[in-house]
């Protein structure tokens, strides 16, 4: 990837942060975005200088008034430009709990950060995008669950499926390929003490074919198999980055 570049939201820490190390590490200029912690995505930078690469920090925060703009006043300085090469929607805001206790506000939030931000930076970026290039978000296997603590999160993260699918078709024409990724249990600075609470860790991975947990890495090497020539002939697809969590009984693992 050297001479491309890639914006990466949501990059100050865990899956973003993973993603924007792996694609410097294959010779990208990544455009390191962060919401409100500027000291982790400075953390990312400086971990992407330390490896030889080339990386800025932009903050804007997502869901709020003029957010897009935001975001490509600081894209545009960092290109100087140049073309983006590689778009990675990452960013996202978490599960707002069961429908039972949601509230519109939360909806509304939820639907503003993981639905409106990915679809009007997509938009915006399409004139800066190079024929060829590439679109990537991250969503969930929570659409393939039936997981009704995630109900609401889990309708965001089908929006942004189908806007790849639909999007794969329209922008095929320029040779830029869309595509989802879907994650499964990642551990992340954010939710790992979720994991290390007694037993969850141990219950996930034995829901999981490949028996652990997901880390950052794991999700962030399949985002840089998209994003490199090898893909070229991939588009309009979700592919699971989950190691096979909830695929079905694991009556071999039981014992049975
Ligand atoms: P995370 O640790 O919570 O990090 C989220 C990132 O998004 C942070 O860099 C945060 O930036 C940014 N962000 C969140 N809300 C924002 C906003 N309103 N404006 C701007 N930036 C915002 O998340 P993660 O676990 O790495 O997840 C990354 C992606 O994978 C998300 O799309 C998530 O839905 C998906 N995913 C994760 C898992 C998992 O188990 N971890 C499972 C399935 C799917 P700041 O902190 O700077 O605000």
Redesign the pocket.
């Known amino acids: 990837m050297d001479g491309r570049t890639a914006l990466v ?9 993973a993603i924007a190390i792996r694609l410097a590490a294959e010779g990208a200029m990544v455009v390191v ?6 000291d ?2 400075l953390a990312t930078v400086g971990e992407i200088e330390r490896g030889g690469g080339r990386a800025v920090a932009v ?6 008034d003029g ?1 897009v703009e935001t975001l490509f006043a600081g894209v545009e300085a960092a290109l100087a430009g140049g073309p983006l090469d590689i778009l990675v ?6 599960p707002a709990g069961p429908m039972g206790v949601t509230t519109p506000a939360e909806f509304d939030r939820l639907f503003r ?2 639905v409106r ?1 990915p679809y009007f930076i997509i938009q915006r970026a399409l004139p800066l995008l190079r024929d060829g290039g590439r679109i990537i978000t ?5 659409t393939r669950m039936a997981n009704p603590v995630q109900t609401s ?1 889990a309708m965001t ?1 089908g929006a942004v499926e189908t806007m790849s699918l639909t999007l794969a078709n329209e922008l095929g024409a320029r040779g830029i390929t869309v595509n989802a990724v ?10 790992g003490a979720v994991f290390e609470a007694p037993g969850v860790a141990e219950l996930i991975a034995g829901s999981t074919a490949l028996d652990r947990l ?1 880390e ?1 890495g794991d ?1 962030a090497d399949v985002v840089a198999f998209l994003a490199s020539d090898a893909a070229r002939w991939v588009t309009g697809q979700v592919i699971d980055a989950s190691g096979g969590l909830f695929l079905g009984p694991r009556l071999q693992a039981a014992g049975a």
């Not at 929607?89 to 978490?94: C, E, H, K, Q, R």
């Open positions: 939201t949501g990059a100050s820490r865990g899956i973003g942060q975005h962060f919401g409100t912690d500027k982790g995505a903050g804007a925060e997502l869901g709020a957010d929607n990452n960013a996202a805001a978490p950060v993981n931000a991250i969503s969930s296997v929570a999160f993260k879907a994650p499964g249990a990642t551990r992340t600075p954010a939710n997901g950052a999700v």
